[in-house]
């Protein structure tokens, strides 16, 4: 804090894993995949181990880095994270009749027809 002054600082980033994608003819070699699979991964058990529920994983939220840092992967929009009480393990409740939060796309098959929020 600089005289009672907040300051956020954020890293620029690249591209999403999408638009990646898409770049790429909608196809990763394996030799690409394998070390972002392998970030993916260590992210989402580093966030699920600070109790935290990642509810929109998606490539759209998963950005690269740019120079130095181009083969490293962010994650980007928590706003749909919700946190889970480390003492209860007690997180979202089953709701009937919810509307979906997310992208419908990006459920699993046995979450298309339920309440995710």
């Known amino acids: 804090m600089v005289q009672n002054r907040m300051r ?62 181009g083969n490293q992967v962010k994650i980007i929009d928590f706003s749909l994270t919700k946190f889970k009480d480390p003492k209860t393990h007690l997180h979202i409740p089953y709701r009937e009749n919810k509307n979906l939060t997310g992208t419908a796309w990006y459920t699993s098959s046995g979450h298309r027809t339920s309440s995710l929020r």
């Open 8 to 69: 956020l600082v954020m890293d620029l980033l690249g591209p999403s894993l999408e638009d990646l994608f898409n770049f790429c003819h909608r196809k990763f070699s394996l030799k690409t995949v394998l070390p972002l699979a392998g970030q993916l991964i260590s992210h989402i058990k580093y966030i699920h181990s600070r109790n935290f529920i990642r509810r929109d994983i998606k490539p759209d939220n998963f950005l690269m880095g740019i120079g130095k840092r």
